[in-house]
């Protein structure tokens, strides 16, 4: 099954009216309140706000990750209630990129074939084209001479700079970060955050990220602060 390419827009997703509960009675959680929110196309967007307030399911609500109660989200032009769980998981695979706090790269394959992992998963061939962009990313990101090293062989900063290429190689219209540099020092987040930043103004990716530090998101273009489920 494959997705026919959304049309552009100047947002790269919208969500209206979003709400979210988790449990029942007297252990109900309103997660989300009715979150209004757009995401312009190629900018860096932070989400902030305190522990339980609602982030990380804003952030798992508009990249198809879990289904809200109520609400609709629209990401590059389509309608994300409107596809079924397998039409779904084809269109996160080609329009969604993830990056998370553990790198989540594949110890037997080197740097360059876990940023073409994507299309392997697909069960498409990794055309020339496919290995030029991998070797794009690589130098944007400067891991350009890291591309035969497997992870372990990798710094912890090198190693999320390989996820952010994997995540990018599919030309997602959204890269969600989450918490991208909870495991790092402080010199290597700095890097990490820097790599993000590039992506947006030199690469046009459109970023999302879900972070509790300031200095974290001082990187962004916007900042989205949640309390209590609510943008603040």
Do not use: W
């Not at 990380?56 to 590059?76: K, N, P, R, W, Y």
């Not at 110890?107 to 061939?125: F, S």
């Not at 991208?180 to 590039?198: I, K, Y």
């Not at 602060?225 to 603040?232: F, K, Q, S």
């Amino acid at each position: 099954m494959t997705t026919t390419s959304p049309p552009r827009t100047t947002l790269a997703a919208a969500a209206r009216g979003l709400t979210k509960t988790y449990g029942r009675g007297d252990a109900r959680v309103h997660a989300l309140r009715g979150v209004d929110l757009d995401l312009p196309r190629g900018r860096f967007t932070a989400i902030m706000g305190p522990s339980g307030s609602g982030k990380s399911t804003l952030m798992h609500c508009l990249a198809g990750l879990e289904q809200a109660d109520a609400g609709t989200i629209t990401v590059g032009g389509t309608g994300l209630g409107t596809l079924d769980d397998d039409a779904l998981t084809v269109f996160r695979r080609e329009h969604i990129g993830f990056v998370f706090q553990a790198y989540n790269l594949l110890p037997m394959l080197t740097a360059e074939q876990n940023i073409v992992l994507p299309y392997e998963l697909a069960g498409r061939r990794v055309e020339p084209a496919v290995t030029e962009r991998a070797r794009l990313l690589a130098e944007t990101l400067g891991v350009a001479d890291r591309l035969g090293h497997r992870p372990a062989e990798l710094s912890g900063g090198q190693q999320q700079r390989v996820a952010i290429a994997r995540a990018l190689i599919t030309e997602p219209d959204l890269l969600f970060a989450d918490e991208p540099t909870g495991n790092l020092d402080s010199a290597t987040s700095q890097e990490v955050l820097e790599q993000l930043r590039r992506s947006v103004d030199e690469l046009g990716q459109t970023v999302v990220m879900v972070t509790h530090e300031p200095d974290a998101a001082a990187f962004a273009d916007d900042v989205v602060t949640l309390a209590d489920g609510r943008i603040a």
